[in-house]
């Protein structure tokens, strides 16, 4: 049985970039990945600007010893006066073009007016509260680079560039499905036997989160005409999940079933607990394939540790995770394993530390337990006692997403 490290190379040996296509620049692009370059067309700004409400002055000294003359004033997006003479004062708007022979600017706050004069109480700097004309940029400047993270300061600086549609690593979609005669949606109370699908809307939340895009296909019964049908839907997506189904009983199905329509399974079963049943397969059209057991607790631990990075990787991330950390344990804790295991923990900040509490979890049933944890707990197999203080490494999903991004750019 391969490790989870060994599972994981795999997986990402296919979790290949999508090919890039032309995307609308908007607020859904936040996280995309840029596929081409983007040099700048203008001059940023593209004319010497005031960077405050108050008056552009010509040099250091008034005209006439009343005080500064003043000219027509300029708000933002004004026609400007072609010259401001030398000892003379214009009023100017934040963002507003200066004239020609101004210097500087002054602040209101730091002016006042006398018989139609303007009085400077300290008159600043040259250059002070203005930006010189390619100040932020030049035309033809490299300014974002193949590869960069989209956010609000890229994709505004896109939208500087003229930029409404460019080159994206598009977003994988993720069809998801739940097996088991046993499951009813969430809307239908279970009676009997029954329990309500929760697998199904935590990994489509999951998939979210790896900033992909969700597509819920539904519950598969313990049937094989409908697992077939499902799952022929769910192969003409970038990317598969089942949930349940992927052990070895007698009413487990998914294996054979996608064998029989062509997919190859590369990991089937891995050392790690909880999620040893952990399948993963490439389909006859190039998705990928991944069957995760029907717990909540092992299948949201296999989709951290494996399937997050792998969306990442496939959405062109570089260094896509798992990102582990070091954490402090806040308390003792005895461990007894017989292989591998992540166990999920509570996580907090205390004076720059990641402090670590088990939550006691008995099983991989316990969706409770998940509820209140923010990360994974790494053990090795083995019988030990981890002392209160001690250092130990933990994933935490959320922080690992943020890795990915700030390697990226970096």
């Known amino acids: ?20 296509e032309i995307g609308p620049v908007c607020s859904s692009s936040e996280g995309a990945i840029l596929a081409e370059t983007i040099l700048a067309d203008v001059d940023a ?3 010497d600007k005031a960077l405050m409400d108050g008056f552009a002055l010509a040099g250091d000294t008034p005209a006439f010893p009343e005080g500064w003359p003043l000219e027509q004033g300029v708000f933002a997006g004004d026609a400007v006066p072609d010259l401001l003479c030398l000892g003379h004062a214009c009023p100017v708007a934040t963002g507003a073009k200066i004239p020609n022979g101004a210097d500087r600017v002054v602040p209101f706050e730091r002016t006042g007016k ?51 549609a460019v080159k994206l690593i598009p977003v994988p979609i993720v069809g998801v499905i739940s097996t088991g005669s046993e499951l009813v949606e969430p809307n239908v109370k279970p009676m009997g036997s029954h329990i309500r699908n929760s697998n199904g809307p935590m990994l489509l939340s999951a998939i979210h989160r790896a900033g992909c895009l969700p597509k819920y296909l539904g519950i598969a019964p313990d049937c094989k005409d409908t697992l077939k049908n499902l799952i022929l ?42 999620g040893r049943p952990f399948l993963f397969g490439v389909n006859p059209l190039g998705g990928l394939v991944f069957g995760l057991p029907g717990n909540p607790t092992s299948a949201l631990a296999n989709f951290d540790l494996l399937i997050h990075p792998a969306l990442m990787a ?43 509490t088990d939550l006691g979890a008995k099983g991989s049933f316990e969706l409770g337990v998940l509820t209140r944890a923010q990360g994974w707990l790494e053990l090795p197999p083995g019988q030990f006692s981890i002392q209160k203080g001690s250092e130990v490494r933990i994933l935490i999903p959320d922080i690992s997403a943020i890795i990915a991004r700030l390697h990226q750019n970096a």
Not at 1 to 20: I, K, N, S
Not at 233 to 251: A, D, F, N, R
Not at 317 to 345: A, C, K, W
């Open 1 to 20: 049985m391969m490790t989870w490290q060994e599972a994981f190379r795999l997986v990402l040996d296919h979790a290949l970039p999508l090919g890039p």
């Open 45 to 47: 700004p593209p004319f």
């Open 114 to 164: 006398k018989n139609g004069f303007l009085q400077v109480v300290d008159v600043p700097k040259p250059e002070s509260f203005l930006a010189r004309i390619g100040a932020d940029y030049r035309a033809g400047e490299l300014l974002l680079k193949r590869g960069t993270v989209l956010g609000p300061a890229t994709t505004g600086a896109l939208a500087a560039a003229g930029k409404t």
């Open 233 to 274: 839907e769910g192969l003409t997506q970038t990317v598969l999940i089942l949930s349940g189904g992927v052990s070895v009983g007698e009413k487990d199905f998914v294996r054979p079933m996608l064998e029989s329509l062509g997919v190859k399974i590369l990991v089937h079963g891995i050392k790690l607990k909880p």
């Open 314 to 356: 496939m959405r062109g991330y570089t260094n896509p995770g798992p990102h582990f950390q070091t954490g402090i344990m806040g308390e003792s804790l005895s461990v007894d394993n017989n292989r591998p295991t992540l166990r999920p923990v509570a996580v907090k900040m205390d004076a720059g530390a990641i402090i670590v």
